[in-house]
Structure formats: C-alpha cells, structure tokens
C-alpha cells in the first residue's frame, strides 16, 4: 500500500523568500515520487520526480527536491519564491506493478508581495 | 492536438442521471488513466488503460462507474445512477510508457454537478 501526507495544507511566504513544502510517503515497494503543480483553471503540470537515480532532483521554474529514504520524506524547496509560483502544490507516490499515482491533499502556496 | 483534451469542460446534471465523459489522449500515448478531484482534495486514482484493455480499475468506487478505451485512443468514463457525491472534477492524463520512464500529461478536467 502506499500513501501521502503533505504537511500544511496553506503555506504564505515573501516574495525572495525560501519555499519549502513538506511531502512524507509510505510505500511498501521502492517507490517514485512526483511534485506537480496546479495553477488556478489550469491542468496539473509536472514539476520533478524521483525515479531511483539521484535523490536529488532537479525540476523547472528553479524547483528541486530531496529523496531521503530514512525519513520517508520528498520535500519540495525553492531558494527564492516568486509571485507566479502562487499556485497548489501535489506531491504523488507510485510504483510496483501499477502506474497509478497516489496524491497527497494539496498545498496551496500564497507568495506576498 | 497538443495535450490531453477533455470534453465536456462542465456538465450539470440530475441525481439519477447516466452520463458520459470523454478523453482524448496524446497522439501516440498508450496508457491512459482517469483520476477524480473532489474540492479540497487532491486527485483520486479511479483506472487506467494500456492500450484498450483495463490494466488497473481498483479505484472505481462501485459498479456505477464504467470506462471503455475500445480503439486504444480515446476514452469514456461513464457513470449510472448518478449520486450528488460524484459531484468533483474528472481528470485524465495519458502517458508514453511507465511510471519510470515517462510522464502523466493531464488534461484540463470535467468538472461534474450532480444536484
């Protein structure tokens, strides 16, 4: 079975200021993990995923996260926050023999002028 | 076209009420999945296909829910007997490949009102 929790279901921060978003999985197979974004009447774009190779992963719009398999965690960071990254935020487990993704219940990020 | 299309964009209907909503996926992507949305929560795996067979349908929540792939390409999810809380908004996505190798493109979604 696996899951996700996402900590912090609304997170506001200053424009130039650090992004950190809070993913924690369980996975009873070695799991991939994903971020996507969903920007309002938009559909979800994928930002990066985790796919066994590096366990730090590198996505677009400057956005990267770290696969620690000790704490079960795939936290989402961006040194410095800009006002078109106001957006909800998803971070998705899969793996083992289906392709199906299991999705966390969102963080919406507010970026304050 | 360019992405994962879906239609209709917004459907309103009546509790009891069948409905049908399609998916076109991107030229070329075998695997093809429907999710649902429902407000405040993020999307619910619901099945996918590889090519026109069902590969995984464990999350179709009762037989009420159906979905059909029949030439490989486009999709319908198809929903009997329709319940106020199926009211969410109906997401697909299609990929080239495996989770490991490629990546779910998702469409615009339906957004589904059952009053």
């Known amino acids: 079975a696996q899951s996700v929790t996402q900590l912090g279901s609304h997170v506001s921060v200053s424009e130039g200021a650090l992004v950190l978003l809070r993913c924690n999985y369980s996975?009873?197979?070695?799991?991939?993990l994903f971020w996507y974004v969903q920007y309002p009447n938009q559909g979800l774009q994928l930002l990066l995923k985790?796919?066994?190779?590096?366990?730090l992963v590198k996505g677009i719009n400057g956005f990267e996260a770290e696969f620690k398999k000790s704490e079960t965690s795939f936290h989402l960071t961006k040194p410095s926050a800009h006002m078109s990254d106001a957006a909800e935020y998803f971070c998705?487990?899969?793996?083992?023999?289906?392709?199906?993704?299991?999705f966390g219940t969102g963080t919406l990020l507010a970026v304050q002028p | 076209g360019a992405g994962v299309s879906q239609t209709p964009s917004n459907k309103v209907t009546e509790k009891g009420k069948y409905v049908e909503l399609r998916c076109d996926p991107i030229s070329g992507h075998t695997a093809l999945y429907w999710y649902r949305q429902s407000l405040g929560q993020g999307p619910e795996f619901l099945i996918y296909f590889q090519g026109t067979g069902a590969a995984d349908d464990s999350g179709l929540p009762n037989d009420r829910f159906f979905a059909v792939r029949p030439e490989g390409s486009v999709s319908t999810l198809k929903i009997q007997r329709t319940e106020r809380g199926d009211s969410a908004v109906y997401l697909c996505?299609?990929?080239?490949?495996?989770?490991?190798?490629?990546?779910?493109?998702f469409g615009p979604g339906t957004r589904l009102t059952v009053l």
């Open positions: 985790y796919t066994s190779a590096a366990t």
């Open positions: 996975s009873s197979v070695p799991p991939y």
């Open positions: 998705a487990v899969g793996g083992g023999a289906t392709n199906k993704l299991i």
């Open positions: 996505a299609s990929s080239w490949g495996d989770l490991g190798d490629s990546e779910q493109f």
